[in-house]
């Protein structure tokens, strides 16, 4: 199984989101083709009601922790309530391009 697919599986089972995106984004940047080590994750859950950004965060990074330690190089997390998500009509930040980093 892919990092990705682990990424949605443990994301899914843990948080029942409403809405799940998880996007690799690793092509916009200088890592090898077919590399799975930049993502970005869209997560819409009741579990964020009443809860800070940085206790969504930390929530979704104790889920992830393996990946985080082994895998994963960089995570982008857009964390809504369905009623955040809702007001938002569905559409969240685009991810910057990469700036070059090390070059290889």
Not at 29 to 41: A, D, L, Q, R, W
Not at 63 to 86: C, F, G, M, P, R
């Amino acid at each position: 199984m892919n990092i990705q697919n682990n990424i949605e599986n443990k994301l899914l089972s843990h948080f029942k989101p409403e809405h799940l995106e998880v996007i690799n984004e690793s092509f916009m940047h200088n890592v090898p083709e077919g590399s799975e080590s930049h993502f970005k994750v869209v997560i819409v859950t009741p579990e964020f009601s009443g809860e800070r950004l940085i206790n969504r965060h930390r929530a979704v990074n104790a889920v992830l922790k393996d990946e985080l330690q082994n895998d994963i190089h960089a995570l982008a997390l857009h964390t809504y309530t369905e009623s955040e998500w809702q007001k938002l009509f569905g559409e969240f930040p685009t991810s910057p391009n990469c700036l070059g980093g090390s070059k290889q």
